[in-house]
């Protein structure tokens, strides 16, 4: 099964600035890969999914990067904003063909005025 | 409805009670999915449903839990002899067919104490 790991400790950062999170998977490659977004007291709200063959997605401040040579996802947020502060989550297949995710522990980000 | 509704939103409970707690999903969603989230972890997947069959019942814990679909709607996950170990977060989603790299849509959880 897929093993994934989330830096656990809290990313702090200032409003502007911008944030990047880490997803890091062992065992085998991923047809993809999607990002969520939670909140406290909230289910996960999906973000974002990227394919084996993109380098790179896209979505307003978003941006995903997906390396599978170095089996890591790299989650940017462009011009931070207090609203932004939640934990984010990495999900992947459980394993190939699979149509069920496992996630990540999530990062949790702060985003000071 | 607009999204995945959850009830109860919070349940307390005893050890060795039995609970239900239900889901709606999105309306014309086939696919239907049960995780339990522990604090600091993220959602760990239970059972999924498609339809009124349960396709992979593969994260359940024991026999202790059980999940149904009856209509192919409504869901209800039950426990029985319940353990302070089973106190997290039940979170339901639901997505249109269940297809490989469908976006699933997440209700907003209960969350379970036993005492």
């Known amino acids: 099964s897929q093993k994934i790991e989330q830096n656990s400790e809290a990313l702090n950062i200032q409003e502007g600035k911008t944030a990047t999170l880490t997803c890091n998977y062992t065992n085998y490659s991923p047809a993809y890969l999607q990002w969520y977004r939670q909140d406290p007291g909230r289910g996960p709200v999906f973000l974002l999914l990227i394919r084996e063959n993109e380098k790179e997605k896209r979505k307003e401040r978003l941006k995903v990067t997906f390396d599978t040579t170095l089996k890591q996802s790299l989650f940017h947020i462009t011009a931070s904003q207090p609203a932004d502060s939640a934990t984010y989550l990495c999900a992947l297949p459980a394993s190939g063909g699979s149509y069920i995710p496992t996630f990540g522990r999530g990062t949790s980000l702060i985003v000071h005025p | 409805g607009a999204g995945v509704s959850q009830t109860p939103s919070n349940k307390v409970t005893e050890k060795g009670k039995y609970v239900e707690l239900r889901c709606d999903p999105i309306?014309?969603?086939?696919?239907l999915y049960w995780y339990r989230q522990s604090l600091g972890q993220g959602p760990e997947f239970l059972i999924y449903f498609q339809g009124t069959g349960a396709a992979d019942d593969s994260g359940l814990p024991n026999d202790r839990f059980f999940a149904v679909r009856p209509e192919g709607s409504v869901s209800t996950l039950k426990i029985q002899r319940t353990e302070r170990g089973d106190s997290a977060v039940y979170l339901c989603a639901s997505s249109l067919r269940g297809a490989s790299q469908e976006t699933q849509y997440f209700g907003p959880g209960t969350r379970l104490l036993v005492l």
């Open positions: 309306s014309g969603h086939t696919a």
